[in-house]
């Protein structure tokens, strides 16, 4: 069974941190990238962050550049999003997501094909 598990979630005030992981189960090296998405009510499904499971190469929205940083720890089968400079617009629903395509957008949802249930991130003003 694949399973992707999110915790870290939570209320932070603007300019505060959060760090949300992503624990990851089942046939992890069959995994080429791991995404973060996250929705916002009454949004679209928004592109966050993505990583290449087994190397470096990362992918930020604009929205989040020099704010976010996705890794992973290969060894504990996890990814992170270390979240730094909160404001009241990155409050969403945060989802982790993994995809077995190579050469893909990788900002793009529907190139995932396994999805967590999400973690809630509240920023307040």
């Known amino acids: 069974q694949v399973q992707l598990v999110e915790s870290g979630g939570g209320l932070v005030q603007a300019g505060g941190s959060l760090k949300l992981s992503c624990a990851v189960s089942?046939?992890?090296?069959?995994?080429?990238?791991m995404g973060w998405f996250r929705q916002a009510p009454g949004k679209e499904r928004e592109f966050v962050a993505a990583i290449r499971w087994r190397g470096i190469s990362t992918v930020y929205a604009d929205s989040v550049k020099g704010r976010f940083t996705i890794s992973t720890n290969n060894a504990e089968n996890t990814v992170y999003l270390q979240m730094n400079s909160l404001k009241p617009e990155d409050t969403a629903v945060y989802y982790c997501a993994a995809s077995r395509l190579i050469d893909a957008d990788y900002s793009d949802y529907q190139t995932y094909g396994y999805w967590g249930q999400g973690t809630q991130v509240t920023v307040s003003s």
């Open positions: 089942g046939r992890t090296f069959s995994y080429y990238y």
